[in-house]
């Protein structure tokens, strides 16, 4: 080649490369994880009114009343930059049900996932007085009465209330002790297992409060370490019941107020079994619902709450599992003769009418899809409203139906994911729409599905991804070598040429009914999936069997061997992956969190001649050291099922390990304990394999908080392009 026609071409191929810089800014971590340049608008929370028009929010100091349909402001309900007292600025609030008083809550305190505790003070917004509610320390979970002029709270394991008449304080129960008796609050397992936090209702007279309490000084204890620049650690120690161990012995008590008096009710003379909820019919019954351990058989029992009898309404059976989330989808109606219901008893989760003696009215939806999210129901009109998957397990919109189960109809219109806040009337509600690769956009409409009006478009963000070039979100299927179907997505290099062959970059999670491959927006993981596609990676998702919305058999597959099918199908999808003609199969690599990590380390262990790397953060690695309540309801326990436990740890399968690992935990995680990894690691040093082990000190299963996200996202960067690039290109850190 002539050294002009050299030069010549050179200065083409410079040219060139120029255009796709200009044409394409690149993606960074610190854009990502610390200036949040992507990050998209949401809408501020709306807490509806009972008119059902309107709605009120946080605003600086003041709660702010506005119009749902219109956006215009209605009125200043509350401003604490008025008040004479002196008292922090509140951070949450909640109505009384006749919306005169407001609980204000201030210096909230975090405990655990969902659980807090602060200050509380009533604002009369009649009188224009605000008083606090309890001068003996924080509170948990205050709650107005039905009348107002009560508040019931819970205060160092102690159930109170507070009579707003006359100021008086009374406490209900006196052996509250710290990791020993809760009453009316949950412990750690139910909180997290089934979002159980305040364990106390009160009855629709206000004559009544009953409530949970919790005997759990025979849980065993679980200890973590933080570390705060001083001479010792400190030592975190609370209540962790583990596979096969002992849980909290529950009973559940009726306090009358005018008696002053608390009674048991009966729950049986089986101790060892679960009550994950309480609830108070519209007529004044108290309906407690038991669960057997193996959490298969769910009853619901009508308490007499002054004898404490209790009689057996309905009962629910599965031969593998009953889900946490058909708890909250159990609701009484005001007519006192039904209540509706969600079961999988035919297969695929679907609503059901029954009356009060426990028998089926009516099956309310019906077909070969799952309902995916439960709104309530309108009873002056006598409709049900729910989110479905109908056309397509990825897809989701939202329905309404009568409770005769006719004219069942579809609300939303626009393919992708589509989910729904109601008003309290229903004749209005705040819809979210997003696709893969589409950011969020809300709107209101009516209840007939007329578009009234856009709170949010995220139009910033669908600019950012023209500037920034991304590549589309593309679907697939494949079918695996035993005829199973599964659903993946792909997004692929931005100049992708399918005559290359580039590395693959999987992600999952893959937990009993949870979702990955849905037409929905994936939030901050998105941008770190297209920063690695602008770096030759093409990243791809398979959901595994045992996933969501593909009916019960699909799902429940797994039960008492969690880890078996998921392995299985992930490691045909990089099979599948592997042999398109534009992927390199010797460079495969796969990454999960939590569960995921969980999915990621057994991929590398049992797929070791498919998975070339692989990242797991804060990892489950063996089933035997997680909590009874999620690992029991898919495992039973390791006394009964030993080799479901042994058979998919991956602590057992250490020394098949031929790859690349990063693990990665916070130390003071305490839902997968770091004790899961430190495990791991001596598994892998005791077979002498080699390492990339990361510890996030004071940082929980999230891994948040100051540079926590960036550090993390960075180390992994760096391992996938060192363990799967053919090049040394530096990761792009910072803006040009």
């Avoid at 707003?164 to 297992?193: C, F, P």
């Avoid at 089934?194 to 409060?209: H, M, N, Q, Y």
């Avoid at 002992?246 to 101790?271: E, F, I, L, W």
């Avoid at 796969?590 to 990621?600: A, D, E, H, K, T």
Wanted: aromatic share 14%; glycine share 6%; net charge neutral.
């Amino acid at each position: 080649m002539s050294a002009k026609k050299y030069v010549f071409l050179l200065a083409i191929a410079t040219l060139t490369l120029s255009n796709i810089a200009l044409a394409q800014k690149q993606i960074t971590l610190e854009d990502i994880w610390q200036q949040y340049t992507f990050s998209t608008r949401g809408v501020p929370g709306f807490n509806f009114l009972k008119d059902g028009k309107t709605y009120t929010r946080k605003e600086g100091k003041k709660i702010q009343q506005y119009d749902f349909t219109s956006g215009n402001f209605v009125a200043t309900i509350f401003d604490q930059s008025t008040m004479s007292a002196n008292i922090p600025d509140f951070e949450d609030y909640s109505f009384s049900e006749d919306e005169n008083k407001i609980l204000l809550q201030t210096n909230v305190e975090q405990i655990y996932r969902h659980s807090s505790k602060a200050n509380f003070y009533v604002w009369d917004r009649n009188t224009s007085q605000l008083i606090p509610l309890f001068d003996g320390g924080k509170q948990m979970y205050a709650t107005f009465n039905p009348e107002a002029n009560k508040v019931a709270f819970v205060h160092n394991n102690d159930l109170y209330y507070k009579d707003l008449v006359n100021g008086k304080v009374t406490r209900i129960t006196r052996d509250g002790r710290y990791n020993q008796i809760i009453n009316g609050a949950s412990d750690w397992v139910y909180e997290e297992e089934f979002v159980l936090v305040r364990a106390f209702e009160w009855s629709p007279d206000g004559t009544k409060i009953a409530f949970v309490r919790f005997d759990e000084s025979e849980v065993k204890e679980f200890t973590m370490q933080g570390y705060n620049d001083e001479l010792y650690p400190e030592e975190i120690t609370f209540k962790y019941p583990k596979v096969g161990e002992k849980n909290s012995v529950v009973s559940v008590h009726v306090y009358d107020v005018a008696k002053g008096k608390v009674g048991k009710m009966d729950t049986g003379s089986n101790p060892d079994i679960y009550i994950p909820r309480i609830r108070w019919t519209p007529d004044g019954q108290l309906c407690i619902f038991r669960m057997n351990r193996h959490q298969n058989h769910l009853e619901l029992l009508l308490a007499d709450t002054k004898r404490g009898r209790t009689k057996l309404l309905f009962e629910e059976k599965e031969d593998q599992y009953i889900e946490e989330s058909m708890l909250d989808r159990i609701i009484f109606l005001k007519d006192g003769k039904h209540f509706l219901m969600a079961s999988e008893r035919d297969g695929w989760n679907h609503l059901y009418l029954h009356d009060m003696k426990g028998k089926q009215k009516e099956q309310l939806t019906k077909g070969n899809w799952d309902i995916t999210d439960f709104y309530g129901v309108d009873e002056k009109n006598e409709t049900v409203f729910y989110q479905a998957a109908k056309s397509s397990p990825t897809q989701t919109h939202i329905y309404s139906v009568n409770l005769n189960g006719k004219k069942d109809r579809q609300l939303s219109k626009r393919n992708g994911s589509n989910s729904a806040n109601f008003s309290s009337t229903f004749d209005y509600f705040m819809l979210t729409h997003s696709t893969a690769n589409t950011p969020p956009v809300y709107e209101v409409y009516d209840r007939e599905g007329k578009l009234m009006r856009e709170l949010e478009d995220n139009e910033r963000v669908k600019k950012l991804q023209k500037d920034y070039g991304v590549s589309p979100v593309e679907f697939f299927d494949f079918k695996t070598s035993e005829g199973v179907t599964l659903n993946g997505w792909m997004i692929k290099p931005a100049d992708f040429k399918d005559n290359r062959q580039y590395p693959v970059f999987m992600f999952l999670y893959g937990g009993p009914g949870s979702q990955q491959v849905t037409d929905a927006w994936k939030g901050q993981n998105y941008w770190w999936f297209q920063m690695l596609a602008q770096q030759g990676f093409i990243v791809a998702c398979v959901d595994n069997r045992g996933t969501g919305a593909r009916g019960e058999a699909f799902k429940k597959i797994t039960y008492q061997q969690l880890g078996h099918y998921e392995t299985i199908d992930q490691i045909e999808a990089a099979k599948y992956l592997g042999k398109l003609k534009y992927t390199d199969a010797n460079r495969i690599g796969i990454f999960g969190w939590s569960y995921g990590g969980y999915m990621s380390s057994l991929c590398l262990l049992k797929g070791n001649d498919v998975f070339k790397a692989a990242i797991a953060v804060a990892p489950v690695t063996s089933w035997k050291w997680y909590d009874t309540i999620y690992t029991e309801r898919f495992m039973r326990t390791l006394k009964e099922n030993p080799n479901g436990y042994r058979n998919n740890s991956p602590i057992y399968f250490a020394d098949r390990l031929k790859g690349n690992y990063m693990i990665v935990h916070g130390a003071s995680d305490d839902n997968v304990h770091f004790q899961h990894t430190m495990e791991m690691v001596s598994a892998l040093i005791n077979a002498n394999k080699q390492f990339d082990v990361h510890i996030y000190p004071n940082k929980n299963h999230g891994i948040y908080g100051g540079n926590a996200r960036l550090h993390l996202y960075t180390a992994m960067t760096t391992f996938l392009k060192e363990k799967l690039m053919d090049d040394t290109t530096p990761i792009r850190r910072t803006n040009p």
